[in-house]
C-alpha cells in the first residue's frame, strides 16, 4: 500500500539522489542515463519508504490515465482462450497500468463492437488491445484507431493495425514432426471446416512436411469435420475404417483429438500401440486428462496478451512506433508439449 504522506523528496533523500532522478526511474523514462545500481536504489527506497506515485498528478501532466481497454471477443466467457487476458493483466501491472475489459461476441455487428470500443474511448483508455478467441481475419469499427491499439490473435481486414498471432504452421509442422520422428509413414489429418487462417495454413504445413519427408503429401488421407468432439469422432471413424489406415493421426485442435480417441476405442484400436494421435491447443482441462495424455502443440495465448500490452505500452509512452509494425504481423512459435499419446507403429 502507498503511502499518501511520503512525497517524491522524501525517496530522493533515502535513495542519496536527486529528485529527477528518482522521477526518471520510476516513470521508466528510456532516454535516462542512470546506472541499473542507482535504479535498484531508487525503487528499494520508494518500496521502503511506502510511496507511489500520484497517479491524478501523472494524468495531469502526461495525458495519460494509466488505463487500457481490452475488447475481448468470447474470450472472457471460454476457458480456452483466456490466458490471453491473465498474460495483458501481468503485463499491464507490471508496467503501471489497469486493464479494462468489455467482452463482446465474435457475432456481434460491427455496430456493436463500435459502440464496445466508444465506452472505452469515453472513459479515457490510453490504448486498446483487440483480442478473438481464435486466429482470424477480423473487420474493425473505424474509431480502434481512435488510440494506440493492437491486435490479439487476429489480423485487421485492411491489415493496417499491429498484430501478434500464433505460428499455425510452425505449429502443425513441430506436430507432424514429432509422428514422423516416431517412425510413422501413414498419417492422417483431423481438420476443421471453417474457412479460417488455422484450416488453411495446418493443412498446408501438414502436406510440406510430408512432403520433405520424402512422402506423397498430396495423398496424404485428409477428413475434413467441425473442429468439436463429434467433429473429431466423426472424421476419425471415415479415416480409419479405409483399408490402408493410418497408424497415426494429426488433429486440428484437442477436441477433435478427443473424438479420435472415441472412434479408436470403438474401431478397437489402443493409443498410442495401435495409434498415435497429437493435437494442437494444448487445451489443459482435455489434454492432460485424456487418457493416455495427448501429446499436442501450445497455442501462446498467455505470451500473444503479454507481448501485445507490451508493445501498446511502449506506443502509448512515446517509446515505439506501431504503424511500423503493422507491415506485417508478429508471430510467436507454439511448442510441443509432450505426454504419453505416440509411439512406434507396429508395422
Not at 542512470?34 to 528499494?44: A, Q
Not at 495454413?201 to 512422402?215: D, K, P, S, W
Not at 479405409?242 to 493409443?271: H, K, Q, V, W
Not at 496478451?305 to 508493445?311: D, I, N, P, S
Request: charged share 20%; aromatic share 4%; proline share 4%.
Amino acid at each position: 500500500m502507498s503511502n499518501k504522506n511520503i512525497g517524491i523528496k522524501d525517496v530522493a533523500t533515502a535513495a542519496g539522489v536527486s529528485v529527477t532522478t528518482v522521477s526518471h526511474v520510476l516513470n521508466e523514462v528510456a532516454y535516462a542515463r542512470i546506472s541499473p545500481e542507482t535504479r535498484d536504489k531508487v525503487r528499494s527506497a520508494a518500496e521502503q519508504l511506502g510511496y507511489g506515485p500520484n497517479r491524478l498528478a501523472q494524468a495531469l501532466r502526461t495525458q495519460r490515465t494509466g488505463m487500457l481497454g481490452l475488447v475481448s471477443e468470447d474470450i472472457a466467457t471460454t476457458p480456452h482462450a483466456g490466458r490471453i487476458i491473465l498474460g495483458a493483466e501481468e503485463a499491464a501491472k507490471a508496467r503501471g497500468y489497469n486493464l479494462m475489459i468489455i467482452n463482446t461476441s465474435g457475432s456481434a455487428s460491427l455496430e456493436s463492437r463500435r459502440d464496445d470500443v466508444e465506452a472505452l474511448l469515453e472513459r479515457r483508455v490510453d490504448g486498446i488491445l483487440y483480442a478473438t478467441m481464435y486466429h482470424r481475419i477480423v473487420e474493425l469499427p473505424a474509431n480502434l484507431g481512435s488510440v494506440p491499439s493492437v491486435l490479439v490473435d487476429s489480423v485487421a481486414a485492411g491489415g493496417n493495425i499491429t498484430a501478434v498471432i500464433p505460428d499455425e504452421e510452425g505449429g502443425a509442422r513441430t506436430a507432424v514432426q514429432a509422428l514422423l520422428a516416431a517412425g510413422h509413414r501413414r498419417i492422417g489429418f483431423l481438420n476443421n471446416t471453417d474457412d479460417v487462417p488455422a484450416t488453411r495454413q495446418r493443412l498446408h504445413a501438414f502436406r510440406t512436411t510430408l512432403a520433405e519427408a520424402g512422402l506423397d503429401g498430396g495423398a496424404a488421407p485428409v477428413e475434413s469435420e467441425v473442429s468439436e468432439v463429434h467433429g473429431g469422432y466423426e472424421a476419425a471413424r471415415r479415416i480409419l475404417s479405409r483399408d490402408d489406415r493410418p497408424t497415426a493421426l494429426f488433429c486440428y485442435n484437442d477436441r477433435m483429438a478427443m473424438g479420435a480417441y472415441r472412434a479408436a476405442g470403438e474401431l478397437g484400436l489402443s493409443i498410442p500401440a495401435d495409434l498415435s494421435v497429437v493435437g494442437f491447443d494444448d487445451q489443459e482441462l482435455i489434454a492432460a486428462n485424456l487418457h493416455p495424455g495427448l501429446t499436442t502443440v501450445a497455442l501462446p495465448h498467455y505470451e500473444m496478451g503479454a507481448w501485445a500490452t507490451e508493445h501498446l505500452i511502449d506506443a502509448v509512452e512515446g517509446k515505439t512506433d506501431l504503424s511500423l509494425m503493422a507491415l506485417h504481423p508478429t508471430i510467436l512459435g507454439c511448442p510441443l508439449v509432450t505426454r504419453d499419446s505416440i509411439a512406434a507403429p507396429l508395422q
